[in-house]
């Protein structure tokens, strides 16, 4: 089975208004809430294409028990530590343009994330943990470098979408699949990308530190699949961006839903791809319709 990890789970609060204007009453046009975190946005999509996972992490007052109920009304199966302050509520202001106020999130205490721990060394060989996502600031910053090292010790395989030292510090344990996009990659190798060849031999470093697969998104101007024998670059389907929020974790969760299905890279990062750019041309995340329009136009070909 598939497992989620989101270690800082939001009620996503979205609220669009045809102006905004600072220190005066403002009223809304329309408001949505959803369970946010990339894990969950991963869970979300898996479900989308009848793939089963379970959603893990720590969750926390009424906020938490939203976060659990909604995923339970999708059928999507949960096992969160619950913590003892409320889970956080994230904003998203729609005036045309988009601001966000993220908010800090619960105090995860020892006790809680040693029993998320216990909760990892109980998957098996054949279960599969995606870790995704930034750290609540309670967390020490060796988190995700505790968690796999579990990982390898029972045999799990596991998905890292984490920025920075984070994604460096997994790097020798082998994970299966990273999703850094090219900002995150020129971050940790201090260039800047224009064209999708240029990631190339970066992400063969990223290979040759320990990836077993490495994608790279480069937005409008295509994305690469790199492996130690081999690389692919899509071409990704043109479209009106309408939301940027959750396309990465689409494309993971479409990547893994299909390699499940086939055992097939190059279709596996066909659907990713298809299912990033349905997410980015939608307002909320995709559905397996929108992927399915999309993928005759996901042009792949082999340069390596």
């Known amino acids: 089975m598939i497992y989620t ?8 609060y979205i609220v669009q208004l045809e102006s905004f204007s600072l220190g ?12 946010g975190g990339k894990g969950i946005n991963v869970s979300r999509v898996l479900k989308q294409y009848g793939a089963k996972s ?22 999507i199966e949960t096992d969160f530590v619950k913590v003892a302050e409320d889970s956080r509520i994230n904003i998203k202001l729609k005036t045309g343009q988009e601001s966000e106020i993220n908010a800090k999130g619960p105090t995860i205490t020892d006790l809680d994330f ?19 996502g930034s750290l609540p600031s309670s967390l020490p910053e060796t988190t995700y470098e505790e968690l ?14 984490a920025e920075g030292d984070l994604l460096k510090k997994v790097l020798p344990y082998k994970p299966f699949l990273i999703k850094p996009n090219h900002h995150e990659l020129g971050e940790l190798f201090d260039t800047a990308f224009t064209f999708a060849e240029e990631v190339i031999p970066y992400g063969k470093k990223l290979a040759e530190m320990g990836a077993q697969h490495v994608i790279v998104s ?19 389907p043109k479209g009106e961006v ?44 995709c559905t397996k319709e929108k992927v399915d329009e999309l993928l005759s136009q996901v042009h792949i070909k082999e340069i390596l």
Do not use: W
Not at 24 to 35: C, D, G, I, T
């Open 5 to 12: 990890l989101t270690l800082n789970p939001s009620v996503d």
């Open 24 to 35: 005066e009453l403002n009223r809304s046009v329309s408001e949505a809430k959803f369970p």
């Open 54 to 75: 379970k959603a893990l992490g720590f969750i926390g007052g009424f906020t938490g028990e939203y976060i659990e109920q909604s995923l339970n009304k999708e059928n």
């Open 114 to 132: 040693h029993q998320l721990k216990d909760k990892i060394r109980q998957l098996g060989s054949t279960d599969l943990l995606v870790l995704a």
């Open 148 to 161: 796999v090292k579990i990982c390898r010790e029972t045999g799990v395989q596991f998905v890292v979408d």
């Open 218 to 236: 480069l937005a409008d101007k295509g994305a690469v699949l790199i492996s130690e024998n081999t690389a692919y670059l899509a071409e990704v």
């Open 242 to 285: 309408k939301n940027s929020v959750g396309a990465g974790d689409s494309m993971v969760a479409g990547f893994l839903a299909a390699y499940e299905r086939t055992s097939d890279l190059k279709e596996a990062f066909r659907y990713g791809v298809a299912s990033g750019s349905a997410t980015a041309f939608s307002f909320g995340l």
